[in-house]
Structures are given as structure tokens and as C-alpha cells.
């Protein structure tokens, strides 16, 4: 009785094509270029720009900023300015409003502190 024997070995590993490993690559790119974008851009309403232009401590109790906000020319857009310490405990705030008809505003604003604040900021603007 004869038996025959194949030459390949049994235990054959399957080969990986460099092809599937590219695209498995350009894949896991692709996500995390996603994913960075969507993080980078959480919290933000689309079309409205606030930015701190400058903020004077003037003495113990009184803080001026002045700030921009860019928008779109028909929303009315409500933001906060607010004084801070030096652990960033607020110690004044202020509501601010942008009205429709403007593309934006640029302002002055003082605030009065209770003690000595260390800046100032125009933050969390949001479409009324």
C-alpha cells in the first residue's frame, strides 16, 4: 500500500497581501483625522468668532476689556465676558448681546471685581 504525501507543510500560514494592510491604514487615517476634527470644533456654534482684544487691570477692583465678536449678519448672538483670578475663579460676569442686523461688534466693557483680577475674556457665545 502507498500513500502519498503533499509537500506542503500542514501548519501553512495564510500570506497577507501588502494591499489589505494599506487599506486597513488609509482607514484608521481616515477616522481619526474625523474624529480630530469633530473634537477640535465641539462646543463651538458655527459662524461665531468671539475674541479678547486686550484686558487693562486698572486697580484692585476694576477690570476694562475690550473684545470682538464676528457673526453672521442676521443672528442676534448673546455672549459672556467675565474677570478671573489667579486660579481662574470667575469674580465678575457680564452678559453681552450682539444685534441681527451687524456682522459683528467690537466693545469696550469694565467690570467691577471684589478683588484684584488677574484677566479678563469674552466667552460662550451662542445664536439667541
Given at each position: 500500500m502507498t500513500t502519498s504525501v503533499s509537500d506542503a507543510p500542514a501548519s501553512a500560514e495564510p500570506k497577507r497581501g501588502r494591499l489589505g494592510l494599506v487599506l486597513i491604514g488609509v482607514l484608521a487615517a481616515v477616522t481619526?483625522?474625523?474624529f480630530g476634527i469633530l473634537a477640535a470644533h465641539t462646543g463651538q456654534t458655527p459662524g461665531i468668532v468671539p475674541q479678547t482684544i486686550t484686558y487693562d487691570v486698572r486697580d484692585d477692583t476694576t477690570v476694562e476689556i475690550s473684545y470682538s465678536v464676528a457673526k453672521p449678519k442676521g443672528d442676534e448672538v448673546h455672549c459672556k465676558i467675565d474677570a478671573y483670578d489667579v486660579n481662574f475663579v470667575v469674580l465678575a460676569e457680564k452678559a453681552v448681546t450682539v444685534p441681527a442686523g451687524t456682522s459683528?461688534?467690537?466693545?469696550?466693557?469694565t467690570l467691577r471685581t471684589p478683588r484684584r483680577a488677574t484677566g479678563a475674556r469674552v466667552k460662550e457665545c451662542r445664536k439667541a
Open positions: 481619526a483625522g474625523g459683528g461688534a467690537t466693545r469696550s466693557d
